[in-house]
DNA sequence: TACCACTTTGGTAGTAACTATCACCAAGGT
DNA sequence: ACCTTGGTGATAGTTACTACCAAAGTGGTA
């Protein structure tokens, strides 16, 4: 409750024009309580709990395919759960409330650096979850390459996403991003996913 | 000079632990006078002019080679004339500098995201300099995912970079790096510059 | 030397995001 | 009745940063 008040004040008015106050104001509850749930005030934002979700899909994918389309083919399929994706027109609650949130990502000077080093965590994530020798600094570091290029390729095609306004699907573009950086082979079909 | 104070009293206490009333007394000026030169406490540490060098770089390459090499060599070439190439032992006390900056932006989670934005900015520059048709949407998304997956994947050979102390050569990390995440033939060999 | 823009620097006061610490209160188990 | 536990709230303090205005050095001209 506390997160959607936050983010409809910062939509209405505009995240540095909001303060804690006002939100805790909105909410019903003291500045207290707002804290103690949102650290800081990036994070009314930006929680998000995909980390795990990706992590898990790359761990339960395919040791024998190319890295980046390990992680491609993840990031994707992670996308298409979280979006609810096969709806025509109209666009889900979850949706909207997904897109609010990414356009002041987007146009959040401190809320794109915040959930740009979110990524950062995430690949950590999905680089212990490829599961590589890690006492191969060689192998890691490839590992670690390959998954900021994907989740990098991914954030242009979320940022399109939002220009958009939800209007194309959201794993599309994610998949075309990932062609037009690593070329068309590495993401043509199917899903890593076991059915 | 403020930035040196700086950079050296975040490396012995702490990015947090250390005020900016502190930089502004070890410098001997007054706090307003850092703020004058330095409108944020991160630009202290990430303060960097690279974005010009390399989207010049860039605009200078062939265009009919495909994107990611031509980010990807301009990138490497930038680092080249950066860390100033070929020395063997000692490291210069601009590369000293570059590193300790470096060391902060990774260990401190406030430097390392806007550092991360940092690289959203020099990612449009670069897509401006690759001088693409601007419109046509298709064209622009495909370099911006080239552009933000090389970012990325050079991103991650800094980070290298400073875990090796600086030993090994930064263009010859970026390049493995680029290697690693888009396939070997992507930067073989040779320069984009103009001789 | 004297004068005059112009730039750089400094002081004061204020805002807002946090933090530490303590107190309160309702639910549940013994 | 008593104690624990988890959520809540108030107070006071620190710190990054801003707006506004005053002072001091800098360089060119007469």
Redesign the interface.
Known sequence: MIQAHAVRLFTERGYDATTVTEIAEAAGVSPMTVYRHFPTKEDLVLVDQRARLVADLIAASPATQPL?RRIGRALIDAATRLTGSGHEGDLTANEQFLLARLRLMIST?AL???H??N??ALQQAIVDALGNDATDPDAA??A???A??????M???L??WAEDDGRTELPELIA???A????EDVVESGSNEAR
């Open positions: 980046v000077p794109r650096a915040k740009l080093d990524h950062y570091f490839h670690q390459a390959a900021s290029a994907c989740l990098a390729a954030h242009t095609a940022v399109r075309k991003a990932l037009a950086a690593f070329g």
